[in-house]
């Protein structure tokens, strides 16, 4: 697991804002990550230098499968929102 408890300052945007950032902060970092072969997740950021544990924004490693012209496929790697239930138990976030 690998935890940023100082991560990056998003400025006073709003929570939606906040999570679209972290996300695509994630995605980056994962394809980095497995493009040198690391098998390290999930990934996770804690914001509030203060000691405080809230809000946390928590992804693991996914795929997906692209098809170019219905013939040449490509995979990419991607960061995958999760709800972290309790320290040893996640589950996929599933939104609509």
Not at 23 to 38: D, F
Not at 68 to 83: D, F, L, R, S
Request: hydrophobic share 35%; net charge positive; proline share 5%.
């Amino acid at each position: 697991m690998l935890v940023f408890t100082a991560p990056p300052y998003l400025g006073q945007g709003t929570t939606q804002e906040r999570q679209w950032c972290y996300a695509q902060i994630a995605e980056k970092i994962m394809q980095h990550l497995a493009n040198k072969g690391s098998g390290l997740e999930p990934l996770e950021f804690v914001e509030g230098g203060d000691g405080c544990t809230w809000p946390r924004y928590a992804y693991r490693r996914g795929t997906v499968l692209y098809r170019i012209q219905g013939k040449v496929e490509v995979v990419k790697t991607t960061a995958v929102p999760v709800v972290r239930q309790s320290t040893s138990s996640w589950r996929v976030e599933r939104t609509s």
